[in-house]
């Protein structure tokens, strides 16, 4: 069964505070993606990442950064984390081999309080 | 760049009756759509995709949608909403990165689907 798996469902940290959050996907893809999603605006993205070591900035990367040091790992980085970013973050990935978009598989999202 | 317009917030019909989900997208590729569904307190689940070939998808739980390229439209329909149906949907879009690789999924703002006795 596939999986995409995110280390926290919920996180609660303090504004300023740096915050890690963790995404692995076992299905050998090329891409991987964060998003955040809040009621009304759907889902957006903040950076994705199509080989190793490589990303890019998605729709609202301000305030994120990110980092993909093996394939099956991506991790979301809030450098001085502020209430605006309480959020329900979701890791995703696909593969494009053959320049063919294939599905993309969520994992359960964390839910991320800045208090 | 690539946009997903999702007409309808929110959308509310009679179990038993017909499901049209509204959807236009723009892209200046040929891109891959795709349909997903989140249930309350779940995760995002596909329930369809068109990746160029029949422009007609059938997808999971009796759900359909048309892609129409000269309407640059594709709709989500059911012709009988059951209950379990009640779900946030959304539309997105695919198409190759812009500079140099992988492919950038855009998502809609969702639609709410509502389903009454």
């Known amino acids: 069964d596939v999986k995409v798996t995110q280390s926290s469902r919920y996180l609660v940290k303090r504004t300023g505070e740096k915050v890690f959050l963790e995404c692995v996907q076992d299905?050998?893809?090329?891409?991987m993606f964060w998003y955040r999603q809040d009621p009304g605006l759907g889902l957006r993205l903040i950076y994705f990442?199509?080989?190793?070591?490589?990303?890019e900035k998605g729709d609202i990367p301000e305030g994120y950064s990110v980092s993909r040091e093996k394939k099956e790992r991506f991790s979301l980085i809030l450098e001085s984390a502020s209430t605006n970013q309480t959020s329900m973050y979701l890791c995703?990935?696909?593969?494009?081999?053959?320049?063919?978009?294939?599905?993309?598989?969520f994992g359960q999202g964390t839910r991320l309080t800045v208090v | 760049a690539q946009s997903v317009t999702q007409l309808d917030s929110h959308v509310s019909v009679s179990e038993g009756t017909p499901v049209l989900l509204r959807c236009n997208y723009s892209?200046?590729?040929?891109?891959?759509l795709f349909w997903y569904v989140q249930h309350p307190n779940k995760g995002l689940q596909l329930l369809l995709k068109?990746?160029?070939?029949?422009?007609l998808v059938k997808g999971i739980n009796g759900f359909e949608a048309e892609f129409k390229k000269s309407e640059t439209s594709f709709h989500l329909t059911k012709p009988s909403a059951h209950m379990s149906d009640a779900a946030e949907y959304f539309c997105?879009?695919?198409?190759?990165?812009?500079?140099?690789?992988?492919?950038?999924?855009?998502f809609g703002t969702g639609t709410q689907l509502k389903v009454e006795l």
């Open positions: 995703a990935s696909n593969s494009d081999r053959a320049w063919v978009n294939t599905e993309a598989f």
């Open positions: 299905m050998d893809h090329e891409n």
């Open positions: 990442s199509y080989d190793v070591k490589m990303k």
């Open positions: 892209s200046s590729y040929s891109p891959s």
């Open positions: 068109y990746t160029s070939a029949a422009t």
């Open positions: 997105v879009v695919s198409d190759h990165g812009l500079t140099g690789g992988g492919n950038k999924l855009t």
